[in-house]
């Protein structure tokens, strides 16, 4: 089945430690996501990436770090530098930029 | 820039009663809008999207929603609720030129009491 994975589903760390978040796709898009979901807060966008090598920051881009080398996979490193990395994390990626996006299941992280 | 206004952050309906879940978008081109259902602890699903066409639009599980242009509104109904329902349902935006990623409300967690 095509889709999009994310792993692992929950993740616990100690504060100062960076930290990966995978993100595969086998959908063949050229764009994807990363938007990090907190409670009454909606969507907030992270990272994109349009095509491999090349990506932009989003709205909340500090603290966190993301590499494209690869069409079907778009990591994402929440750092020490985020003040505040507890958050649920939600990868996409759309056929296109702005067209309807699918989501992968979702990283809980948390720091302790 | 775009934005996303989704009015109530909690909506509590009765079984079989009206779904109406409203969204109102600020984009200065013409926008892609889209609903997305969101069950606890998992991702996004896609319900609907308007894109070009038809101003009403069926999606999964029988919701429906109405892009009006003049009210910039894209709302999000069901005319008999069910308990399968109960979940978060986001409102994005997008510009039809593929230049920005969606842009998300902050979202309407949708009750529905038997």
Redesign the interface.
């Known amino acids: 089945d095509g889709g999009?994975t994310?792993s692992p589903k929950y993740l616990f760390r100690k504060e100062g430690q960076n930290v990966t978040l995978s993100c595969e796709q086998n959908l063949n898009h050229d764009?994807m996501?990363w938007?990090r979901q907190d409670p009454?807060?909606?969507?907030r966008?992270i990272y994109?990436s349009q095509i491999v090598n090349d990506f932009q920051k989003?709205d909340i881009a500090e603290g966190y770090s993301v590499s494209r080398e690869k069409k079907e996979s778009f990591p994402l490193t929440v750092t020490s530098a985020q003040k505040n990395p507890t958050a649920?994390y939600?990868c996409?990626s759309?056929r296109?930029?702005?067209?309807?996006?699918?989501?992968?299941?979702?990283t809980?992280l948390t720091v302790v | 820039a775009q934005s996303v206004t989704q009015l109530g952050?909690h909506v509590s309906v009765s079984e079989g009663a009206l779904v109406l879940l409203r969204c109102n978008y600020s984009s200065s081109v013409p926008p892609?809008l889209?609903w997305?259902v969101q069950y606890p602890?998992?991702?996004?699903?896609?319900l609907l999207?308007y894109t070009t066409g038809a101003t009403l639009v069926k999606g999964i599980n029988g919701f429906e929603a109405e892009f009006k242009k003049s009210e910039t509104s894209f709302h999000l109904t069901k005319p008999s609720a069910h308990r399968s329902d109960a979940a978060e349902y986001?409102c994005?935006v997008?510009?039809?030129?593929?230049?920005?990623?969606?842009?998300?409300?902050?979202?309407t967690r949708l009750s529905v009491i038997a």
Not at chain 1, 40 to 43: A, F, I, V
Not at chain 2, 94 to 107: A, C, I, Q, R, W
């Open positions: 999009i994310q764009a996501y938007y009454g807060q909606g969507l966008l994109y989003g649920f939600l996409a759309s296109i930029q702005g067209t309807e996006a699918f989501f992968g299941q979702g809980r | 952050s892609y889209f997305y602890n998992q991702g996004l699903q896609l999207k986001f994005a997008s510009e039809m030129s593929g230049n920005t990623p969606l842009v998300f409300g902050k979202g």
